[in-house]
């Protein structure tokens, strides 16, 4: 049994019309790679965009995560840990 092998032609989809660059003139094929082109660009660039979201919110997130715990670990009224420890090792 042998497969057969199927070319998909590229084809677009523009307002509706699917347009295979078999059924265009030769001016027209040059075009219609570069608009190919063009729109794996737009898809890539969509990706990359999500993608720098996602990287900005991690970012953000472990900004604001280290802050607040340099918050919860500052010392009371902008008092020393040192100078607190010294009081209690005199006393």
């Known amino acids: ?9 590229p084809s677009l989809t523009i307002d509706g019309v699917q347009i295979s660059v078999d059924d265009l003139p030769e001016k027209a094929k040059p075009i219609f790679g570069r608009l190919v082109r063009v729109i794996s660009k737009e898809i890539n660039a969509s990706l990359d965009l ?4 996602a990287s900005k919110l991690h970012y953000e997130n472990l900004i604001k995560a280290i802050y607040n715990e340099s918050k919860e670990t500052a010392p009371i009224n902008g008092e020393d840990e040192s100078v607190l420890e010294s009081d209690e090792d005199s006393e």
């Open 50 to 53: 999500e993608e720098y979201r």
């Open 1 to 9: 049994m042998t497969e057969e092998t199927v070319e998909q032609k």
